[in-house]
C-alpha cells in the first residue's frame, strides 16, 4: 500500500502554459529566508496602471503545489480585466511549519505595496484568490491584518500594511479537528490510516504535530477565530460532494463570518461538485468570481 494519504495533491502538479501573456515577470524575491518566497507577475497586454491586484495563492495540502501550475489557469482571466495577476509561492509544511507560511504571504502583500510605483500596482486595491490550501491562506490573509502572532515583519517590508480589500476562497479548510467529523456527516468518511487527525495528515504535518494533541494551536491557525467586524468581502464557494475537505468547513466560516458583517460574505455550495472540481472553472463560475471583483475592487 502507498504511504500517501489519499487527500494529497498528486505531485508534481502540471505548469500552466503562459505562452499567450505577453507581459510577465518570472521569479521576483519579495523575501530572502527562503528559496520559497518568490512571485511572478503577469500584467494585462495593454496599459500602465496602477492596476489592481489579484493574489494567486496555490493549493496543494500544504505540501506541495506551486505559483505556476495549471491552478493559476483559471485566474489568468482576471487580465482582461485589466487587473495585475501576482502567482505567490510560499514555504510548504516540508520546510517550515505553521504560520511560516502565513508570514510568508503577509510579506508578499507588504512588498507588493513597497513596490507598487515600479510594478504599475494599485497598493490600495489588493484581492487574494486560491483554492483548497491557498483558500485556506487567502481566507486567513483576509481575516488576520494587524495580528501582531501572525506575522513576520523581519521579512521585509515591515511599514507596509498587510490588508487586502478583498477574498475569494475556493473549498477551503477551516477547523481542523473537525473534518473528519463533517466527511462522515457527508458520506466520506476517510479510511482509519488516512484521517484528517493522523499524525501524517496534511494539517498536522503544516502544525509540526498531531492535532489532537495542540488543540490551542488548530485554534491558533483557524481564520474563525480572527473574525470581527471591518473585514473585506469575502466570495467563498464550495462542493457539496467534497471528499477532501467537507463543505462544513467554509459553510461554518460563512456562517459566522455573517452573523458579524451581514454584507460582506458571498456563499455558495456548488451542488455537484467535488475537491477541486472543473466546475468551479468554468466561464459562468469564473464570472461570478470576476463580477465580485468588480465590485469589491472597483471604487
Do not use: C
Not at 489579484?54 to 500544504?62: E, L, R, T
Not at 474563525?224 to 477532501?244: K, N
Amino acid at each position: 500500500m502507498s504511504t500517501k494519504p489519499h487527500y494529497a495533491v498528486p505531485f508534481p502538479i502540471p505548469e500552466a502554459n503562459t505562452d499567450h501573456i505577453k507581459r510577465k515577470m518570472f521569479d521576483l524575491p519579495y523575501a530572502h529566508s527562503s528559496p520559497a518566497q518568490k512571485l511572478d507577475i503577469y500584467w494585462p497586454e495593454e496599459g500602465n496602471g496602477p492596476f489592481p491586484v489579484v493574489i494567486s495563492i496555490h493549493g496543494g495540502a500544504f505540501m506541495g503545489g506551486d505559483k505556476r501550475d495549471i491552478q493559476i489557469k483559471p485566474m489568468f482571466e482576471v487580465l482582461k480585466y485589466n487587473y495585475v495577476l501576482v502567482g505567490v509561492n510560499y514555504r510548504l509544511s516540508g520546510e517550515a511549519t505553521f504560520p511560516a507560511l502565513i508570514h510568508d504571504i503577509k510579506a508578499a502583500i507588504r512588498w507588493i505595496r513597497a513596490n507598487a510605483r515600479t510594478y504599475l500596482f494599485d497598493p490600495n486595491r489588493i484581492a487574494t484568490w486560491g483554492g483548497s490550501a491557498g483558500g485556506y491562506l487567502s481566507l486567513m490573509a483576509g481575516v488576520t491584518a494587524g495580528i501582531r502572532e501572525l506575522d513576520d515583519p523581519s521579512l521585509g517590508n515591515a511599514a507596509q500594511p498587510d490588508h487586502v480589500q478583498a477574498v475569494v476562497s475556493w473549498f477551503p479548510p477551516t477547523d481542523f479537528l473537525k473534518m473528519d467529523e463533517q466527511l462522515a456527516e457527508s458520506g466520506f468518511p476517510p479510511p482509519p490510516e488516512y484521517t484528517h487527525s493522523g499524525e501524517n495528515s496534511p494539517e498536522s504535518l503544516l502544525l509540526g504535530r498531531k492535532i489532537t494533541d495542540v488543540p490551542d494551536l488548530v485554534r491558533v491557525a483557524n481564520p474563525e477565530t480572527y473574525i470581527r467586524p471591518g473585514l473585506p468581502p469575502f466570495f467563498i464557494q464550495h462542493g457539496r460532494l467534497d471528499e477532501t475537505v467537507p463543505y462544513q468547513q467554509s459553510l461554518h466560516f460563512a456562517n459566522q463570518l455573517a452573523a458579524v458583517n451581514p454584507q460582506g460574505v458571498t456563499y455558495e455550495i456548488l451542488p455537484e461538485a467535488r475537491h477541486a472540481d472543473s466546475a468551479f472553472e468554468t466561464p459562468q463560475n469564473i464570472q461570478k468570481v470576476l463580477n465580485f471583483l468588480d465590485k469589491a475592487l472597483r471604487f
